[in-house]
């Protein structure tokens, strides 16, 4: 079955570069949300959209952008980024069933961003 | 809010061992549950959930969990476990009918030697 895909899967980006990640979601998905695991630590919520609209906002940093596209493709864009930001990002996609199983997330594989 | 307490960071199982990771929660609403696994250098994978219904859940790769209402836990278990099953594991709830972010435990570092 096909899987969330996330591009690159590895960065490396200097202090105040720009990074941008993207997500594909699992075919008729249509919600997305983004992940950010730093090293050592869990997963810590950032952003999600459905139907292109931001659905909920966590922990992520006004350097930070995300939007959903009519595909249902998400991208996260990371700007002046920081050593702090080095981490591993991670899509999760569901799909707004009507049933329970709307809130099962399947992830990516993830995106390591390593800023020097 | 909620949070989720993963009660062990570490632990250690010999091969063909049984194995419990215990996961409590806290919240003011109703939650769904899930238990994810993640290999060295890999993504998270859905070992399995509990939405409602039976409070026993069977999950991927032997492993299943019970749901205790009045206890809020949701421990996992595997009755034998392989050497393949070295990984972190994560406990994780979301609010029902939010279509909410998960918010994840700490993680629990499985070991598996021979």
């Known amino acids: 079955a096909a899987g969330v895909i996330q591009s690159p899967r590895h960065l490396i980006k200097e202090k105040r570069e720009t990074a941008t990640l993207k997500c594909y979601p699992i075919?008729?998905?249509?919600?997305v949300y983004w992940y950010q695991q730093g090293p050592g630590q869990d997963p810590q919520f950032l952003i999600s959209?459905?139907?292109?609209?931001?659905?909920d906002k966590g922990s992520i940093p006004d350097r930070f952008s995300a939007q959903q596209f009519s595909d249902y493709h998400s991208e996260l864009n990371m700007s002046s980024l920081e050593l702090g930001d080095s981490a591993l990002y991670f899509c999760?996609?569901?799909?707004?069933?009507?049933?329970?199983?709307?809130?099962?997330?399947?992830f990516g594989p993830g995106t390591r961003l390593l800023v020097l | 809010a909620q949070s989720v307490t993963q009660l062990d960071s570490q632990v250690p199982v010999f091969e063909e061992a049984p194995v419990e990771l215990r996961c409590n929660y806290s919240?003011?609403?109703?939650?769904?549950l899930f238990w994810y696994v993640q290999y060295p250098n890999q993504g998270l994978q859905l070992l399995l959930k509990?939405?409602?219904?039976?409070?026993l859940v069977k999950g991927i790769n032997g492993f299943e969990a019970e749901f205790n209402k009045s206890q809020t836990s949701f421990h996992l278990r595997k009755p034998s476990v392989h050497i393949s099953d070295t990984a972190e594991y994560f406990c994780?709830?979301?609010?029902?009918?939010?279509?909410?972010?998960?918010?994840f435990g700490a993680g629990t570092q499985v070991v598996v030697t021979p």
């Open positions: 994780a709830v979301s609010v029902r009918d939010s279509w909410g972010k998960l918010q």
């Open positions: 509990y939405l409602s219904g039976s409070t």
């Open positions: 959209f459905y139907e292109k609209m931001q659905s």
């Open positions: 075919p008729r998905h249509d919600t």
């Open positions: 919240s003011s609403v109703s939650v769904y």
């Open positions: 999760a996609s569901s799909l707004r069933s009507g049933t329970e199983d709307q809130e099962t997330q399947y």
